[in-house]
């Protein structure tokens, strides 16, 4: 098999150990797959991931990802030897990127002052604002963190340090979806934000099988009602100055035809996780003993990545398409979603269909002319953020116009609804 020139490793330092515990969480129970591990990533398997993992990559640019569990819990000093290792083994003409992945609750001066220096990226995990961030995320003994990551998020903008948003959305966020949007834009001043989908399967091992959702997992329309609401707010006034990773994600679709995200890619696989022993895994969602790909102390890392079983992993998301997602017209924006939230069946009965399938063709269908519209600008060397202007003029001509539509004849936009219930709803 050739190996891949370049792919994405999510290195777990910790494993699934956390100082929080947070009700969604699908990584807690990973702990059963390491009775009786340290839950520590030692210096040699650490040296080997960066020596391995820079070797391996024939682009500019490689990516050292730390996530968890809680990679802080590791301490200040083991990042400082992994920047240490880096430069030791870095190649001519190859830049290295920093990335990590916290809950922010262990971050401080010194934490913030060692992440600005090395250029560090930092995605932070919040799910909004006070009430809705503590319906799920607690620490042990069940209390607020809200606090200490609202005052992380301070420092590392004192500090100037790169962040972006994690948000879950879930059972109880996604039933406001501006209120929570406009918490990060206005009251945090967040500029980057991802919107992942809690679809937890209701059973004991952690692991994907079953078919049974939590009542904490965030329902199909839900989450469409979720995106849409956000992105009708950001395509009016936030293009080019905020970025929501799915939207980019989308519009990315309409321009070069697949996606930038692996949940929407026709192949996955390019993402694999690290645990803290140097066990390699499929992805970061399948960290069971059948997606486990060996060890990198034992093999080397390149071999496991551009293996024939992980090939097969990420050829099966689409070879495993039901008809009704091949037939769909959004298929190319979307390829059945990730794999691990495919867990209904299609109105012909077939297996396969994502959990989330009605929600996001909502989403589509509702933004398929602004992504068209943003798609054309940017073939023509234009900013998609000039969408923002082409969409005021066209409902400045729906105002002038407003007066020649009785309030209950069809809307001006082709909505389907009276015009009273929809740009005259103000009126």
Request: proline share 4%; charged share 25%.
């Amino acid at each position: 098999m050739n190996p891949p020139e370049a792919f994405h490793i999510m290195v777990k330092p910790t494993g699934s150990r956390c100082n929080l515990e947070c009700d969604y969480c699908f990584y807690l129970k990973k702990e059963n797959l390491y009775h009786n591990g340290t839950f520590k990533m030692s210096d040699e398997v650490m040296e080997s991931y960066i020596k391995q993992t820079i070797e391996a990559h024939h682009v500019p640019r490689v990516t050292i990802a730390w996530q968890g569990g809680e990679p802080t819990l590791m301490g200040l000093d083991f990042f400082k030897r992994a920047v240490e290792l880096e430069k030791k083994y870095q190649k001519p003409g190859i830049e290295i990127e920093n990335t990590i992945q916290t809950n922010g609750t262990l971050l401080n001066e010194k934490w913030c002052q060692f992440l600005h220096d090395n250029k560090f990226l930092v995605g932070i995990s919040l799910d909004g604002p006070r009430e809705m961030h503590d319906a799920y995320r607690r620490d042990k003994k069940g209390q607020s963190v809200f606090d200490k990551v609202v005052k992380a998020i301070r420092l590392m903008q004192k500090y100037k340090v790169e962040f972006n948003i994690l948000c879950t959305v879930n059972a109880v966020n996604s039933k406001y979806p501006l209120r929570t949007y406009k918490f990060f834009r206005d009251k945090l001043g967040a500029d980057y934000l991802q919107f992942i989908p809690i679809v937890e399967r209701d059973n004991e091992s952690g692991f994907q099988e079953g078919f049974r959702i939590t009542d904490r997992s965030v329902q199909p329309h839900q989450f469409g009602e979720f995106l849409i609401n956000i992105f009708d707010e950001w395509v009016r006034r936030d293009v080019g100055k905020m970025f929501v990773l799915f939207f980019d994600g989308i519009l990315a679709s309409y321009v070069r035809g697949y996606s930038t995200l692996c949940i929407l890619r026709p192949i996955c696989g390019d993402g694999v996780a690290l645990e803290h022993n140097g066990d390699l895994y499929s992805c970061d969602h399948y960290v069971e003993p059948n997606y486990l790909l060996g060890n990198i102390q034992r093999t080397p890392l390149i071999d496991l990545v551009g293996s024939q079983k992980q090939r097969t992993f990420g050829l099966n998301k689409s070879k495993i398409l039901p008809n009704f997602c091949i037939e769909c017209k959004f298929l190319f924006t979307c390829y059945g979603e990730c794999p691990k939230n495919r867990v209904l069946k299609t109105p012909d009965g077939e297996s396969g269909l994502n959990w989330l399938c009605s929600g996001l063709k909502d989403f589509f269908i509702h933004t398929e002319e602004e992504m068209k519209i943003m798609a054309d600008l940017l073939r023509k060397g234009q900013p998609a953020s000039e969408i923002m202007k082409i969409l005021a003029e066209k409902e400045r001509q729906i105002q002038r116009s407003s007066n020649k539509i009785g309030r209950n004849e069809p809307c001006f936009c082709g909505s389907g609804l009276k015009y009273k219930k929809c740009h005259g709803k103000n009126s």
